[in-house]
């Protein structure tokens, strides 16, 4: 069974960082798609980074200058490092995966068979 446990959100202030985890297990990792998604009240869920882990990554233009992403295979855990960040990043962010066989890049919230819970990031100007 595939399970996916996000962690690492919380308050910032503008100008902050903050590193979120997201471990998973129940499938090959080493060859899956995955991809970082946040959802803020009143909007739909939009895609921030999506990346294949082994390799191929696509941030989105509003995060591309500030966010990263990196992937430890010893531990099934994918990590997104958010610097700079400002007040309209605040949502709740999802990991997500779509396990092998996929082609990654997809930005399509349906691509995506399996989502974590969601760890609130909330940034104060």
């Known amino acids: 069974q595939v399970h996916l446990v996000e962690s690492g959100g919380g308050s910032v202030q503008a100008g902050g960082s903050l590193r979120l985890s997201c471990a998973a297990s129940?499938?090959?990792?080493?060859?899956?798609?995955m991809g970082w998604f946040r959802q803020a009240p009143g909007n739909k869920r939009e895609g921030v980074v999506v990346?294949?882990?082994?390799?191929?990554?696509y941030l989105a233009d509003s995060v591309k200058d500030r966010f990263s992403v990196s992937v430890d295979k010893t531990k099934n855990t994918a990590y997104l490092q958010m610097n700079s960040l400002k007040p309209e990043d605040t949502a709740m962010y999802y990991c997500?995966?779509?396990?092998?066989?996929?082609?990654?890049?997809?930005?399509?919230?349906?691509?995506?068979?399996?989502w974590g819970q969601g760890t609130q990031v909330t940034v104060s100007s």
């Open positions: 990346f294949r882990v082994d390799g191929g990554t």
């Open positions: 129940g499938y090959t990792y080493s060859s899956a798609c």
């Open positions: 997500a995966a779509d396990p092998p066989p996929c082609y990654g890049g997809s930005w399509r919230v349906s691509d995506y068979n399996y």
